[in-house]
Nanobody
Framework: QVQLVESGGGLVQTGDSLRLSCTASGRTFSSYTMGWFRQAPGKEREFVATISRTSSRTYYGDSMKGRFTISRDNAKNTLYLQMNSLKPDDTAVYYC???????????????????WGQGTQVTVSS
């Protein structure tokens, strides 16, 4: 089992940047495929990005491509989400998620993930 704790959220203005972190404890972080999701008020949870165990593969939601970058540091047991050119539509609670998988496995399906953090709020003002 792995425990996930997100941090780095906050209130920013349109066009600003923000970096979220997700620190994992428990079993070996490098054993997990990781993902970021977000949920805005009144909306369903939305896929943001996913990364394979050794960072060899990544994939992004359409509205995040070119603006967000997912990365991980297995030595620090930490997942990151660098968010640039933020827009008010990016306002949401951001969650990290983990699942054990094959070496190059990535997935955008939230139902594939076994473990979730508690979320961190990102608010982008116009």
């Amino acid at each position: 089992q792995v425990q996930l704790v997100e941090s780095g959220g906050g209130l920013v203005q349109t066009g600003d940047s923000l970096r979220l972190s997700c620190t994992a404890s428990g079993r070996t972080f490098s054993s997990y495929t990781m993902g970021w999701f977000r949920q805005a008020p009144g909306k369903e949870r939305e896929f943001v990005a996913t990364i394979s165990r050794t960072s060899s593969r990544t994939y992004y939601g359409d509205s995040m491509k070119g603006r967000f970058t997912i990365s991980r540091d297995n030595a620090k047991n930490t997942l990151y989400l660098q968010m640039n050119s933020l827009k008010p539509d990016d306002t949401a609670v951001y969650y990290c998620a983990a699942r054990q998988g094959a070496y190059y496995y990535i997935t955008q399906n939230e139902n594939d993930y076994e473990y979730w953090g508690q979320g961190t709020q990102v608010t982008v003002s116009s």
